[in-house]
């Protein structure tokens, strides 16, 4: 079992930054890869990042690569989410998750999630 917190959402203005975080705790929680999605008001969830824990790498949506970086914490079991030049687009709540699947781009069901994290981005 794999316990995943979030933290570090809030609101910004257009351009801001926020830095989100993701506490992992549990039996072997650092061999699972991990992702943040986000699923903004009225759709469905989407995927965001990724970083595979074997080879380190990482993967983005069209939508937010060059504004955003995933990294990872072994030390602190925490994954982060960077986000640069925030958009109101970017509101939505987010959400960290482990899967034992690596695929570059999500779309695969995933182990364990999050409660979440409300990002919310004014004009």
């Known amino acids: 079992q794999v316990q995943l917190v979030e933290s570090g959402g809030g609101l910004v203005q257009a351009g801001g930054s926020l830095r989100l975080s993701c506490a992992a705790s549990g039996r072997a929680q650092s061999r699972y890869h991990m992702y943040w999605l986000r699923q903004a008001p009225g759709k469905e969830r989407e995927f965001v990042s990724g970083?595979?824990?074997?080879?380190?790498?990482?993967t983005y949506a069209d939508s937010v690569k060059g504004r955003f970086t995933i990294s990872k914490d072994n030390a602190k079991n925490t994954v982060y989410l960077q986000m640069n030049n925030l958009k109101p687009e970017d509101t939505a709540v987010y959400y960290c998750a482990a899967s034992s699947t690596w695929r570059a781009f999500g779309g695969i069901q995933y182990d364990y999630w999050g409660q979440g994290t409300q990002v919310t981005v004014s004009l």
């Open positions: 970083l595979s824990w074997r080879a380190g790498s990482t």
